[in-house]
Nanobody, 125 residues
Framework: VELVESGGGLVQAGGSLRLSCAAS????????MGWFRQAPGKEREFVAA????????LYGDSVKGRFTISRDGATNTVYLQTNNLKPEDTAVYSC???????????????????WGQGTQVSVSA
């Protein structure tokens, strides 16, 4: 499975971006997908996760109410709609895919098996 993120960029505070994570290859093996972010000098932070069916989602506390995760099963793409962006949202956003069974959605990056290269989101004050 290969994951490719896109959609990052530079926006002003209060603005929006839609990030995409396109999966290719053995996508039938993916049980869940998640978005994480990492700012310079900080640990990787959980943002959101979604189940294979799209029926279950999970959000990090810092983005709840502002970000929305969704998926398009036809194109094997997961989206992260980011609204009301703040300077503290500046980070590299990466998507992960879980192929193992067991835990459905997780806030822990070690529970994801595959990662994309990331896309930079920069929010100016």
């Amino acid at each position: 499975v290969e994951l490719v993120e896109s959609g990052g960029g530079l926006v002003q505070a209060g603005g929006s971006l839609r990030l995409s994570c396109a999966a290719s290859g053995r996508t039938f093996s993916i049980n869940a997908m998640g978005w994480f972010r990492q700012a310079p000098g900080k640990e990787r932070e959980f943002v959101a996760a979604i189940s294979r069916s799209g029926g279950t989602t999970l959000y990090g506390d810092s983005v709840k109410g502002r970000f929305t995760i969704s998926r398009d099963g036809a194109t094997n793409t997961v989206y992260l709609q980011t609204n009301n962006l703040k300077p503290e949202d500046t980070a590299v956003y990466s998507c992960g895919a879980r192929t193992r069974t067991g835990v459905l959605l997780s806030r822990v990056p070690e529970n994801y098996d595959l990662w994309g290269q990331g896309t930079q989101v920069s929010v100016s004050a």
